[in-house]
């Protein structure tokens, strides 16, 4: 009885009931949604080959969408995100990023989770090949790795 009124707690939170360990925190409007690896790529997994702006980075990436995941969180319609790493790192990500560009909250890379030493488990990648604009340094500072949750934020 009690696992069943757990259940029925987590789907009216909107969310399923985690079955690994928690990986990423989202601030919704709804309270804060708790994401396992499992959810996250239930969302969908694309690949994204791309150059980093550290060589050694480079690769295959693989992940849902940073969009798809945002919208899961009732979020998507946010003006700005703090993405903050579990090194502390943040940054904040305009809308216009992830409406733009098809950014991906990678998990994998070249098929297998990305682990803590290789800046995971999670990732957000841009698709630097695509465009020449995400050539310019100011994109470099918003690869966020070692993700650990997003907000969203007010500008001024």
Same mark, same amino acid.
């Given at each position: 009885?009690?696992? #069943?009124? $757990?259940? %029925?707690?987590? $789907?009216?939170?909107?969310? &399923?009931?985690?079955?690994?360990?928690? #990986? %990423?925190?989202?601030?919704?409007? &709804?309270?804060?949604? @708790?994401?396992? $690896?499992? !959810?996250l790529e239930a969302l969908g997994l694309?690949?994204?080959? *791309? @150059?980093?702006?550290?060589?050694?980075?480079?690769?295959?990436? !693989?992940?849902?969408?940073?969009?798809? #995941?945002?919208?899961? &969180?009732?979020?998507? !319609?946010?003006?700005? %995100?703090?993405?903050?790493? %579990?090194?502390?790192?943040? !940054?904040?990500?305009?809308?216009?990023?992830? #409406?733009?560009?098809?950014?991906?909250?990678?998990?994998?890379?070249?098929?297998?989770?990305?682990?803590?030493?290789?800046?995971?488990?999670?990732?957000?990648?841009?698709?630097?090949?695509?465009?020449?604009? $995400?050539?310019?340094?100011?994109?470099?500072?918003?690869?966020?790795?070692?993700?650990?949750?997003?907000?969203?934020? *007010?500008?001024?």
């Amino acid at each position: 009885m009690r696992l #069943v009124a $757990l259940f %029925l707690l987590a $789907l009216l939170a909107g969310g &399923a009931l985690a079955s690994g360990p928690e #990986v %990423l925190s989202i601030a919704a409007p &709804a309270g804060v949604r @708790h994401f396992d $690896l499992p !959810q996250l790529e239930a969302l969908g997994l694309k690949s994204l080959r *791309t @150059h980093t702006f550290w060589p050694a980075d480079d690769g295959n990436y !693989q992940g849902p969408l940073l969009a798809d #995941v945002l919208k899961s &969180a009732s979020i998507e !319609q946010a003006g700005a %995100l703090r993405f903050t790493g %579990l090194d502390g790192f943040s !940054q904040i990500i305009p809308r216009e990023d992830w #409406v733009r560009w098809p950014l991906l909250l990678a998990t994998r890379r070249d098929g297998k989770p990305i682990s803590r030493h290789d800046k995971g488990p999670l990732r957000l990648i841009y698709p630097r090949d695509s465009d020449k604009t $995400l050539e310019d340094p100011i994109y470099r500072l918003r690869w966020v790795w070692l993700l650990r949750s997003i907000e969203p934020v *007010t500008l001024h």
